[in-house]
């Protein structure tokens, strides 16, 4: 039901853009936010945002770097990532919340897109 793109390879200092698409039925009044799992290590919160664009919020480790937005006509999320560095390697998960917020807590999230892998090269 969600469908995540836009990974891949970037030097360190560079910018991708993550998008993720979900069905409307699952996601117009809901929350939703974007993980990332780095290899063993475990899922973390990088940011979320609510069912009407609002109430934005971020790890303190991308605040300031990553730009969390949606479009609730397309049922879409994006996750703008800039001043890319080599810890930010990791596959990044999309998922939508079980509430009309976000929420840094994994367990608060009903759907969960497959991930898609953004590695940054130093």
């Known amino acids: 039901q969600l469908q995540a793109s836009g990974g891949g390879l970037v030097q360190a200092g560079g910018s991708l853009r993550l998008s993720c698409t979900a069905s409307r039925r699952t996601s117009s009044n809901n929350g939703m936010g974007w993980f990332r799992q780095a290899p063993g290590k475990e899922r973390e919160f990088m940011a979320s945002?609510?069912?009407?664009?609002?109430?934005?919020s971020y790890a303190d480790s991308v605040k300031g770097r990553f730009i969390i937005s949606r479009e609730r006509a397309s049922a879409s999320v994006y996750l703008q990532m800039n001043s890319l560095k080599p810890d930010d390697t990791a596959v990044y998960y999309c998922?939508?919340?079980?509430?009309?917020?976000?929420?840094?807590?994994?367990?608060?999230?009903?759907?969960w897109g497959q991930g898609t892998l953004v590695t940054v090269s130093s």
């Open positions: 945002i609510g069912w009407n664009g609002g109430a934005a």
């Open positions: 998922a939508v919340s079980r509430s009309a917020f976000g929420s840094d807590n994994s367990r608060q999230y009903a759907y």
